[in-house]
């Protein structure tokens, strides 16, 4: 069974840093794209960033450009937040891309929460 | 960047009838690969978001056959045959033709 456990969310102040994990397991987790996605208390959801299968692409929102740095290792899909802001407060979730199915959108872990303030 | 939008955000619906979510994209959501990478989800109250309908129309593992979907191009829509309790929440579309991004958000209620 595919699962994702995401951790490391906390409470942190504006300009402070977080490390974000997400562990895979069900599945061959180097084969496939990942993304994280968040969602601030009370609202959507928006995408935040694309690391490819390889980890030699990246993609990011514009809204966490140049602060926060998506990476991977063998099992872990990372994500390294820096100068955090109050409106970086949201629940992260990890999202797996699935091309040779063009399943896109799912399954989810539970997420993990990160609020921002002083 | 591709806009998602959603019509309506609230829907209140009647045990046993039939609900239909539109969504439409700022940009055409074929890939080159001439697949159309359009997906539906759902989000229960303090749940995380769960897969519904992915490539437009095809079902996610384990979901009733009561969600379908359909469209193309850039008009896509989510029908659910005779709504269930199970299925008030937050309904989502997301596009994964170029990056990602998803709908408003339509929430769906029981009359």
């Keep these: 069974e595919v699962q994702f456990v995401e951790s490391g969310g906390g409470l942190v102040q504006p300009g402070g840093s977080l490390r974000l994990s997400c562990a895979a397991s069900g599945f061959v987790f180097s084969k496939y794209e990942m993304n994280w996605v968040r969602q601030a208390p009370g609202k959507g959801l928006e995408w935040v960033a694309y690391i490819s299968a390889s980890g030699r692409v990246t993609y990011y929102a ?8 998506i990476s991977r290792d063998e099992n872990s899909l990372h994500l390294d937040m820096n100068s955090l802001r109050v409106e970086d407060t949201a629940v992260y979730y990890c999202m ?11 399954p989810w872990g539970q997420g993990t929460l990160v609020t921002v303030s002083s | 960047e591709i806009v998602m939008t959603q019509t309506p955000l609230s829907l209140p619906v009647t045990l046993g ?16 690969d001439g697949k159309t990478y359009l997906s539906w989800l759902h989000q229960r109250p303090g749940q995380p978001p769960r897969l519904l309908i992915y490539k437009i129309s095809d079902r996610f593992s384990g979901v009733p056959d009561r969600f379908s979907g359909s469209g193309a191009g850039t008009d896509f829509t989510l029908n659910i045959s005779r709504v269930e309790a199970d299925d008030v929440g937050i309904y989502y579309c997301m596009q994964a033709t170029q990056l990602r991004t998803f709908g408003q958000g339509t929430r769906l209620e029981i009359k």
């Excluded at chain 1, 514009?62 to 740095?69: A, I, L, Q």
């Excluded at chain 1, 797996?96 to 799912?106: M, P």
């Excluded at chain 2, 009838?17 to 080159?32: E, G, N, T, W």
């Design chain 1, 62 to 69: 514009d809204s966490v450009k140049g602060r926060f740095t």
């Design chain 1, 96 to 106: 797996r891309d699935d091309y040779d199915s063009g399943c896109f959108g799912g």
């Design chain 2, 17 to 32: 009838q039939p609900a239909s979510i539109s969504c439409r994209s700022s940009k055409s959501l074929v890939y080159y």
